[in-house]
């Protein structure tokens, strides 16, 4: 598990392109907001200040990744996510 503002802070400093996605209804997520190549640090930051559950899919060149973010308790946990759901949480290597 690791912080959201340090979460944040590798975000800002990579040069890879991430999507938003806030928890709908009945296990389901919609992305948040105009997803453009890159969205922005700061309308994750409202993303966080609205909902509950975040997710957070980092696309790199090697593969991609997945992380759920829990604003209340500032914690982020790397997760199994596909087709707006999150099928499981994964251990960090």
């Known amino acids: ?3 959201i503002a340090d979460f944040i802070e ?12 806030v928890y709908s209804s009945k296990g389901q997520y919609s992305q948040f907001g105009k997803q ?3 969205i922005s640090t700061p ?3 409202r993303a966080l200040n609205k909902y509950l559950q975040v997710v957070v899919e980092v696309n790199n060149e090697s593969d991609e990744d997945a992380f ?3 604003p209340e308790v500032h914690a982020v946990v790397p ?3 596909r087709d707006g759901q999150v099928q499981s949480l ?3 290597n």
């Open 10 to 21: 590798q975000l800002e400093k990579g040069d890879d392109p991430f999507s938003v996605w």
């Open 36 to 38: 453009g190549n890159k």
């Open 43 to 45: 309308a994750l930051q």
């Open 90 to 92: 994964t251990r960090p």
């Open 79 to 81: 997760v199994s996510f």
């Open 1 to 3: 598990m690791r912080n």
């Open 68 to 70: 759920l973010l829990l």
